[in-house]
């Protein structure tokens, strides 16, 4: 995981915010959109919102632009595009509708384990 810097960095500060069920996928050769997607979820508009935050604090404070971020004000979806990683942030209710996981189902999973038990 040490050679992916940008999806550790994000999956770590989603954790320390505590996401809930986080995964990553690999899009490499997938999608051209992005070569990994990280999700997870908050229990609460406002844990969604705190998960973001410290992710594009962590990014912008390691040099890495975030290129865009949408869905911030009504923290169902919080999508964070950071170029080589897209963070997907839900609110619980919401990634179980839109169910990520399974609509890319051909992406494999990265292992966060590893990165996150630190």
Avoid at 20 to 26: C, F, G, K, Q, Y
Avoid at 32 to 51: E, M, P, T, W
Avoid at 95 to 118: F, I, Q
Wanted: no cysteine; aromatic share 10%.
């Amino acid at each position: 995981m040490e050679e992916k810097p940008l999806l550790t960095l994000a999956a770590r500060a989603a954790d320390e915010k505590k996401a809930e069920h986080l995964i990553a996928l690999d899009m490499r050769g997938i999608s051209l959109i992005a070569d990994f997607f990280l999700i997870g979820h908050g229990n609460s508009y406002k844990q969604v919102q705190a998960i973001a935050q410290e992710i594009k604090k962590k990014a912008q404070e390691e040099g890495y632009e975030v290129k865009r971020l949408e869905g911030y004000d009504e923290a169902k979806w919080v999508l964070i595009d950071l170029g080589d990683v897209i963070v997907h942030v839900f609110h619980k209710d919401e990634r179980h509708y839109y169910n990520l996981e399974k609509l890319w189902g051909d992406a494999g999973v990265v292992e966060l384990e590893t990165v996150l038990s630190y």
